[in-house]
Structures are given as C-alpha cells and as structure tokens.
C-alpha cells in the first residue's frame, strides 16, 4: 500500500540504493522493481550501443520544492516555450509560476517522488565538452541523442517503461523521462489530491496558491 508520505516525496525509507556493474547507474535512491527493471533495459542499451547513464531518479519533495523556488527567486536558469533560457525577474508572480512550471513539476506532483522514474542519456553518445542539457532538441533529427530516441521508442515496452511525457498534455516534451509504468501506477492510484494540497498549503512561499489553484485544475494531466 502506497502512503501518502510516500507518493507526495516525504517517505524514502522503501526505496534501495543499487549499483550495477555497468555503472548504469550507480547509486540510487529508487523503487527495487523499477531498479531491476532498469538495470535489464541498461544491459540491452549496451548491446545496441547505448551507455546509458541516470541523470536523474528520486526527487524528495524538499528537493522539488527547492527547484522550483530557486527558479522563482532567479537562482536558477528558467527556459521557455522554445528552451531558451529567459529573464522572469519582471514577470508578475503568476506569470513567472506559469513560465516555472512548463519545465518544473510542482512539489508533491512529480513522478519522481516514486522512485519508478528516471532521467537517461547515453554518455557516449553526449559530445566531448558538452554538458548534457535534459532539452527536447538534444533528440532532434541530427542532434546527438536522435539514435537514443529511436532505440527508447523500441526497446522500453519490453522493460515495462513507458515515456510519460509526449509534449501531447500539459507538461513539455521529455524524451528522456522514463517511468517504471507498472509501480508508477500504484503510487498514481495511491495519490489523493486533497492530502497534496494540504501539504503544499502549509508553505507560505508567493507562489504557491497560483501552484494550488492550478494542480487542482490539472493534477490528472500532471502525474498522468
Ligand atoms: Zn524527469
């Protein structure tokens, strides 16, 4: 049974640290079936020739909620519509909540609060001196993740990931989120939003209520 500490990224106590020997993915805070899973897609990425690496696994709603306010304050690079790095520091607060959340999950709607998903990339593929981005255009036709994008839109079914986030709904396109399908789930089915709100109510930071008024609205489509 999922708890409520658990799906809203309070509660890490059930998640386990793993570390494969192809250094897929070093150490992790992570579900064990998402883990397993994900240590089987490595090993076949490798025998296609992807040297899959973890960018990214379990946020802590604390974690989460930090993100998104750095971004608010202007401590962090907030991207718009087209990737673009953007100055918010004019906006109103409502209008920066809404350029923030484009490429933030509100916290206590993240899927990386289970521990059933992932951010990948396959470091040999990533230029010499490129720093990996996480943006859509890394997957483009002729960008060095493109090969990547192929070989995920083959090969996750077969592991039991999907991609959630299509650019399709309200989150931004993602290709490189992956989301242990079948243990996500129970956390989704687990997940009440009233307990989310009355959570992320008790912080008083200036953008929370437009962050309250609008996972109301679309908390379905968030953890989709
Ligand atoms: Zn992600």
């Given at each position: 049974m999922v708890t409520r500490e658990q799906y809203l990224g309070l509660d890490d106590s059930k998640l386990v640290n793993f570390k494969d020997a192809s250094n897929c993915m070093s150490i992790l805070n992570a579900d064990r079936d998402a883990v397993k899973a994900l240590a089987l897609l490595c090993e076949d990425a490798y025998e296609h020739g992807f040297e899959l690496r973890v960018a990214s696994a379990y946020r802590s709603f604390y974690k989460q909620f930090k993100i998104f306010d750095d971004k608010f304050k202007g401590k962090r690079v907030v991207l718009d519509a087209d990737e673009k790095p953007i100055d918010i520091s004019n906006l109103s607060d409502e209008e920066k909540f809404n350029e923030i959340r484009r490429f933030s999950a509100i916290p206590g709607f993240s899927?990386?609060?289970?521990?059933?998903?992932f951010d990948i990339y396959a470091i040999n593929l990533l230029p010499e001196g490129q720093s990996l981005q996480l943006t859509a255009s890394e997957y483009q036709r002729g960008s060095y993740f493109y090969p990547l994008g192929l070989y995920l839109a083959q090969s996750l079914q077969k592991f039991g990931f999907i991609r959630p986030y299509n650019g399709k709904g309200l989150i931004a396109k993602e290709p490189w989120h992956i989301s242990y399908q079948k243990k996500a789930m129970e956390f989704i089915k687990a997940f009440d939003i009233n307990e989310a709100i009355e959570y992320l109510s008790s912080f008083k930071e200036p953008w929370v209520p437009y962050a309250i008024e609008y996972a109301k609205e679309h908390y379905k489509e968030l953890l989709a």
């Amino acid at each position: 049974m999922v708890t409520r500490e658990q799906y809203l990224g309070l509660d890490d106590s059930k998640l386990v640290n793993f570390k494969d020997a192809s250094n897929c993915m070093s150490i992790l805070n992570a579900d064990r079936d998402a883990v397993k899973a994900l240590a089987l897609l490595c090993e076949d990425a490798y025998e296609h020739g992807f040297e899959l690496r973890v960018a990214s696994a379990y946020r802590s709603f604390y974690k989460q909620f930090k993100i998104f306010d750095d971004k608010f304050k202007g401590k962090r690079v907030v991207l718009d519509a087209d990737e673009k790095p953007i100055d918010i520091s004019n906006l109103s607060d409502e209008e920066k909540f809404n350029e923030i959340r484009r490429f933030s999950a509100i916290p206590g709607f993240s899927r990386h609060h289970f521990g059933t998903d992932f951010d990948i990339y396959a470091i040999n593929l990533l230029p010499e001196g490129q720093s990996l981005q996480l943006t859509a255009s890394e997957y483009q036709r002729g960008s060095y993740f493109y090969p990547l994008g192929l070989y995920l839109a083959q090969s996750l079914q077969k592991f039991g990931f999907i991609r959630p986030y299509n650019g399709k709904g309200l989150i931004a396109k993602e290709p490189w989120h992956i989301s242990y399908q079948k243990k996500a789930m129970e956390f989704i089915k687990a997940f009440d939003i009233n307990e989310a709100i009355e959570y992320l109510s008790s912080f008083k930071e200036p953008w929370v209520p437009y962050a309250i008024e609008y996972a109301k609205e679309h908390y379905k489509e968030l953890l989709a």
